[in-house]
């Protein structure tokens, strides 16, 4: 059964991901990254920007990156398919957890909710840095709850390195591992019978750090100086309990209850009437030891989020990512124990995975048809279509990408235009240029604007459209 779950996680997260990955300016400035380590040896010290002003994350997830874009040869969907296998470590991790924590019947029952639910689906198709952070906060519950059960200290060690690692995935939902392993810590009431096991949890620990650090000394503190404003300054986190409690329900509501049924109310109400009557009528087996490290797991953040106005008070679905698996292990205890203590709500279940199942492979179906934005596919068709258009004459590309940066495109033509084609657009102005644009649906005026300034710069020879791609040959006139 598990290897039938795992199997269908696998195919679910994998087809058409070649057809419908979304290469868009977090990847292409992330492929940009790596296509200077693999070809120009530039080592970096820190990862993506945060949605902070100033903090960056650390560089694991650019190295993890890396060597997937080497064994790929510069393809985006290798990448994406090495992290889409994380993904169904995870779908993995959270069956053995269960299992541990629980029994192997929540633990198969855990991994299918997990490893069927479309809106975590298309995350795990989601080329960027949050993709990976699941797994590797399994790995830390893991790590946690062996030293809980086991006894063995040693098992703190791996568990701080892997939660810095954590930090350098996504700090938003990341930062809060802090103190929901230290609230644990002090929960457990163990003393560490070897002081040296802390010292060395924490130089794990530190180790991770040490790269943002390097960069922040080497840079005048230019980190710390962020930090200090997102924290001191800016009041991120403020007592405003009252105000921001109704707001942020709701965010967990969809973050959390979603994930089972997107755009489905009557059917999330169920899921929340489910995970309430568990918790309350299974409370003494559903919370045993490892089910309240699981609890504390997912009420720390909760908490937390209730006082944090930082980045303008955006709280964004993806910040959860690394708490879902323990809500999903937690209502899967308590469906089950419910199902145990009154048999006859066995067919309810039954009924309630069917509707599951039915709906999740719909929202599926729909996502492989329609896909969700520009694809990558569509991107390299319209630059086949300009190298074959251009034959062997050189030309000139300017890209119109809303809102930011066409970064995507410059790593493509990188890649997979001077791959290809043996070139790269000429860097000095030529008689052919090729203007591609992608739609702007919220502010239409800027891209009515670049074409009038593109119609002044050439006349147009050839129009060509692939999905909402357009691409339009130009006769240079001005030559500025």
Known sequence: MLGIILAFSAFFRLYRLNQLLGFWYDQGR?????????????????????????????????????????????????????????????????????????????????????????????????????????????????????????????????????????????AASAVFFLPAAVIFLFWQRRIVRRPVILLLALLAFSITLLPQMIFNWRHDGILFAAFKKFLVTDRSFRFSFVQTLKDRCLIYYDAFVGKFFAGHKFFKMTVLALFSAGLWFSRQKVLNQGGKLLAIWLLTPLVCFLFYHGNHGYVWDYYFTGYIPAFVILFSAGVFYLMKKWRFLGLFLAIFLLFFVFLNLRELRNYYVAGMGISLRAQLKAIDWIYTDAGSEEFNVDVYVPPQIYFAYSYLFHWYGAGRYGREPATVPVKNLYTLAEPDGEHPQFLAQWLARQDRIGKIVKNYSWGDITVQKRERQIYE
Not at 52 to 74: E, K, M, N, Q, S
Not at 134 to 159: G, H, I, N, S
């Open 30 to 170: 992330d492929a940009l990254v790596i296509w200077d380590l693999l070809h120009y040896h530039k080592f970096f010290l820190i990862g993506p920007v945060t949605g902070i002003d100033g903090v960056f994350l650390g560089p694991f997830y650019y190295y993890l990156l890396a060597l997937l874009y080497w064994l790929g040869r510069g393809s985006p969907v290798f990448a994406a398919a090495g992290l889409v296998w994380l993904t169904v470590g995870a779908v993995f991790l959270v069956y053995f957890l269960a299992r541990k924590i629980y029994n192997g019947k929540v633990g198969l029952l855990a991994a299918f909710l997990y490893g069927f639910s479309s809106t975590l689906v298309v995350f795990s198709r989601w080329l960027s840095n949050p993709e990976p952070l699941p797994f590797f906060t399994l790995l830390v519950l893991l790590c946690l709850y062996f030293w809980m059960e086991k006894r063995q200290d040693w098992f703190l060690v791996p568990a701080a390195f892997i939660l810095g690692l954590c930090l350098q995935l996504e």
